[in-house]
């Protein structure tokens, strides 16, 4: 299906787009949204996308099919009108804060504001002040900013299948929030930070624990180190004018030291700890035909989810802790000696892509008499605010290597920060001198890339294992329903809970426009990373024999929940 | 805490829609019916067992006027405040009965649970201005003495 419109007075030639909105934007015309994302449903409530037909009627362009000969125009004196109407009266019901907002110079209100250059307000500020909910270790929600276009409703329940927030009420008393005027921390909410990417203003936003990490760099009796998850590396540079998929570790290890980090890692060697007990775990399940499949364990928002709904699955899941828990245990195994010969006490900050994270360090379980194994996490847009409050030219920082004995990676722990990494991670160990190097890329392929769910079969000494990658929780949770339905086997699934992985975690740079294209960039950039290495496998890496044998001993607990 | 054991009544009600989540509306009107509103208890029970999230339950709980999620009084007033009773002066009568009852505009429901006040936009009874109902017997033409008398006579007959 195709044809012609005629968009402003010119020739418009369209093909498969869904909607006008898309024939627009792809003829060079930024139309203005708030609600509408390609990947979500169309729910036309912001009507900023309206233009004025031929015939003089105003309609939605999310919400109509391109016709032919269709004749619009999207900047009519009546469309400009209205599209300013919207704009004051949405401005009129919002905490105009500014100058102190998280999001500014980043909010699609502020922006479209300035855009269609609102200098005034003619209506009065109807506000009641409401309660910031800030119960959530990982995301803070301030209605008082909420536009109610209700993409984190519709990411909530779409992609994720969580449904913590809704709309509730009606009409003008429309509000967004948890069912039952719950606090975020006491609802089924998996920390996951979808809703802050999709979110337009900053009424949901980040947990900013940058202060905890300048008091302990200013601390001088405190040994700062610091673990750099492999997403991070992909979309940071974002943040400062770089494409998605460049890879920044190199700036990131220079910049780390310039703010007073005083040791510089990569979680993407843990990755490769969890590699080892991971595989090592599957193996003994796999031959003893126990609690399959196994599911991994890395992401923690997949684990909240499986808890809250899957209870009886808990038993599947891999009892290996995160890269992120695994690095913190080795970490203050080998600095607890240190400390007590130099009389440092030693903070662990991570570097994450994900707001979960900073749940998943919070977890009880994760602290030992007292001291957390990971003490502060920040993602991927904290560090940018850091880089960015001491002022220094990212373009222009010379790359630098990361610091010993914790900062080489395999491949194989790099590629964990995107669907389907993980998996080829344990494959990698698993095949090994089992398979002729073509038959590896073939397999590995199937693992690889952005759909919903990924299968692969390999026979291991004459006995076929299957396995299923999923990401996206509410494919996992069809894959899960699947699986108890007796419809599918498999012997190993990975979950991770947000699209495309960890590259496209709630704590990453929010893309301009929320696309495939941005996680495939981030997620090459992963893989170009792993094809320049020369460890591929986890079990090559000699700094894990070094870890089992110096540091672990015969400690190899510490790497596993109990 | 809603403590009454509910499983059984609430199961046989989804049971008798199908286990549908389509019929979700339906499902929540009988349990309104069964316990004069919807305890948070039975909203969450019924999400759970048609696998929806609470969020769109409580979400359709309080789209519509007509689902409460506070326990109601036995008695149930409504007050009519559409343009046709409205002009011929609801709101003196409104007050009449807040004043009687002692409840206000955020407080609707007696302490003792005799009586919930509700204002309707219309009671489609234009001819009868001002109208109010209670348990839905239509009282015609009210002054604020005459609904005072009307509390009265119920609350006498309650007492006996």
Redesign the interface.
């Known amino acids: 299906m195709g044809g012609t419109m005629i968009i402003d007075g010119r020739k418009v030639k369209y093909t498969n787009q869904k909607n006008i909105l898309s024939v627009i934007r792809d003829a060079g015309i930024d139309l203005p949204t708030f609600c509408y994302h390609s990947e979500l449903s169309i729910y036309g409530a912001c009507r900023m996308c309206t233009v004025e037909t031929s015939t003089g009627k105003i309609i939605a362009t999310c919400s109509e099919v391109p016709r032919d000969g269709m004749e619009i125009y999207t900047n009519s004196p009546r469309i400009r009108k209205y599209r300013k109407m919207i704009l004051e009266l949405l401005l009129s019901n919002h905490d105009r804060d500014c100058t102190v907002c998280e999001r500014t110079g980043k909010c699609q209100l502020q922006k479209l504001a300035k855009r269609y250059g609102i200098n005034r307000i003619r209506f009065n500020q109807l506000i009641e002040e409401q309660e910031v909910d800030n119960s959530s270790p990982s995301i803070i929600r301030n209605p008082n900013k909420c536009i109610k276009c209700g993409d984190c409703?519709m990411v909530c329940?779409e992609i994720q299948g969580?449904?913590?927030?809704?709309?509730?009420?009606?009409g003008t008393e429309v509000q967004i929030k948890?069912?039952?005027n719950k606090k975020l921390s006491e609802?089924?909410c998996v920390n996951c930070g979808q809703c802050r990417i999709v979110c337009p203003t900053a009424a949901i936003t980040i947990r900013n624990e940058t202060q905890k990490v300048w008091d302990a760099i200013y601390d001088k009796n405190t040994r700062v180190i610091a673990q750099i998850a492999p997403a991070v590396r992909v979309a940071l540079g974002e943040e400062f004018g770089m494409k998605p998929g460049e890879v920044t570790i190199g700036k990131i290890a220079s910049i780390l030291r310039k703010i007073g980090v005083d040791e510089v890692y990569d979680t993407a060697l843990s990755a490769d700890l969890t590699v080892m007990e991971e595989s090592n775990e599957f193996l003994e399940r796999f031959s003893n035909n126990e609690n399959l499949p196994l599911f991994t364990s890395c992401c923690p928002a997949w684990v909240k989810f499986a808890e809250n709904k899957y209870p009886e699955l808990i038993k599947n899941i891999s009892t290996c802790k995160s890269p992120q828990q695994m690095f913190g245990a080795v970490a203050r195994e080998y600095y607890n000696k240190k400390d007590k010969e130099d009389g440092q006490k030693t903070f662990i900050v991570s570097i994450m892509p994900c707001t979960a994270k900073k749940a998943e360090a919070a977890r009880p379980e994760f602290t030992h008499d007292g001291v957390r194994e990971v003490d502060v996490v920040l993602t991927t847009q904290e560090l940018a605010i850091m880089i960015k409050e001491i002022g220094i030219n990212f373009q222009d920082v010379e790359e630098e290597s990361l610091d010993m004995p914790f900062g080489i990676a395999s491949g194989a722990g790099i590629i964990f920060g995107t669907t389907g990494g993980v998996t080829e991670a344990v494959l990698r160990r698993l095949l090994k001198d089992k398979f002729g190097k073509d038959d590896c890329e073939i397999i590995f392929n199937s693992v690889r890339g952005l759909d919903a769910v990924k299968e692969a079969s390999v026979e291991v000494d004459g006995k076929v294992i299957n396995i299923a990658v999923v990401h996206g929780l509410k494919d996992a949770d069809s894959l899960i329903k699947q699986i108890k339905k007796g419809e599918k086997h498999y012997d190993l699934v990975e979950v991770m809970a947000c699209k495309g992985g960890c590259i496209a975690g709630g704590g990453q740079p929010v893309p301009r426009i929320i696309t495939k294209e941005t996680r495939a960039l981030r997620a090459a950039g992963l893989y170009n990373i792993d094809k320049t290495k020369l460890i591929k496998s986890s079990d090559e890496n000699y700094i894990i024999k070094n870890i089992y044998e110096d540091i672990l001993k015969d400690n190899n607990h510490i790497l596993h929940v109990k | 805490m809603f403590k009454v054991d509910f499983k059984e009544k609430v199961d046989a009600i989804i049971l008798r829609h199908n286990s549908d989540k389509k019929k979700i509306i339906g499902i929540i009107q009988e349990v309104q019916k069964e316990y004069n509103y919807l305890p948070e208890e039975v909203l969450v029970y019924i999400a759970d067992t048609l696998d929806m999230s609470h969020s769109k339950i409580y979400g359709i709980a309080t789209f519509y006027e007509n689902f409460s999620l506070e326990p109601k009084g036995k008695n149930i007033i409504k007050i009519c405040d559409g343009t046709a009773c409205h002009v011929r002066d609801s709101i003196p009568i409104l007050k009449a009965i807040y004043k009687e009852l002692n409840l206000n505009d955020k407080k609707n429901t007696t302490d003792d649970m005799m009586f919930t006040v509700e204002t309707v936009s219309c009671l489609g009874a234009c001819g009868l201005a001002p109208v109010i109902t209670i348990n839905d017997e239509v009282y015609p033409k009210v002054t604020p003495e005459s609904v005072v008398e009307i509390l009265k006579r119920i609350r006498m007959e309650e007492a006996v």
Not at chain 1, 162 to 170: D, E, K, N, S, Y
């Open positions: 409703v329940d969580v449904g913590a927030l809704g709309f509730t009420h009606r948890p069912a039952f609802t089924n």
